[in-house]
């Protein structure tokens, strides 16, 4: 069953700008994890947050978490066209349970 | 390159064939995993290998049929597939535990024809 649900589902933004998704989920998690996808090829994994956490970053990428909210943000800060790709969320420890995803667009 | 190969990376069958696809992991993990991807619908977990044992069958079709020889190599067994089993199957590894991230193959893209 699907665990994840990004929101957006589509987002299209200028080189520069800021990007963010937004991932609801439905049970209680021990971490919560973000990957990125290009067009038809593997996911790449980006971050994990663990449950115990609310912030976390990387390089350009800073993730939130509000367990209370079940909720999870990924925000990709001063975006680039190599950024264009799916970003997906995924809960469930070693039987990784993905939402969605939502297809970012960054425009030269 | 994530360390997990997926051959081959394209195949068009037909529905009375039975073709197989292949994936290996030089990580070292204990883990594999088979997913599919369908257009418009979220990843879907199909089987998950935890030191050569099957540990989750996710209600998949028996005309998949999946074998984990080693720890580092996992087929998907193909036969009678149907038009809608196109999809994009991806593989996965991963170290086990309820905190480690797992890769992912490039994919293999499957035309049922």
């Known amino acids: 069953s699907q665990q994840g649900e990004e929101d957006p589902q589509a987002l299209s933004i200028q080189e520069g700008e800021n990007a963010t998704m937004n991932c609801s989920y439905k049970?209680?998690?021990?971490?919560l994890q973000w990957y990125r996808q290009n067009s038809g090829r593997g996911l790449v994994h980006l971050i994990l947050?663990?449950?115990?956490?609310r912030e976390k970053h990387s390089g350009r990428l800073r993730v939130t978490l509000d367990t209370s909210k079940k909720s999870s943000s990924l925000l990709i800060t001063a975006s680039r066209a190599a950024d264009t790709a799916s970003y997906f969320c995924?809960?469930?420890?070693?039987?990784?349970?993905f939402g969605g995803g939502t297809r970012l667009m960054v425009k030269p | 390159e994530t360390g997990v190969t997926q051959t081959p990376r394209h195949l068009v069958m037909g529905m009375t064939n039975k073709k197989s696809l292949k994936c290996e992991q030089h990580?070292?993990?204990?883990?594999m995993y088979w997913y599919k991807q369908s257009a418009k619908k979220p990843l879907e977990l199909m089987f998950v290998?935890?030191?050569?044992?099957?540990?989750e069958n996710n209600s998949v079709p028996s005309r998949f049929s999946p074998e984990c020889p080693n720890s580092s190599h996992l087929f998907l067994h193909l036969h009678t597939l149907q038009p809608e089993d196109s999809a994009l199957y991806l593989c996965?590894?991963?170290?086990?535990?309820?905190?480690?991230?797992?890769?992912f193959g490039q994919g293999t893209r499957l035309t049922v024809v």
């Open positions: 996965a590894s991963s170290q086990g535990g309820p905190n480690t991230e797992a890769f």
């Open positions: 049970t209680s998690i021990n971490n």
């Open positions: 947050i663990r449950s115990n956490e």
């Open positions: 995924a809960t469930g420890g070693n039987m990784l349970t």
């Open positions: 990580l070292g993990h204990n883990a």
């Open positions: 290998y935890n030191f050569k044992e099957q540990t």
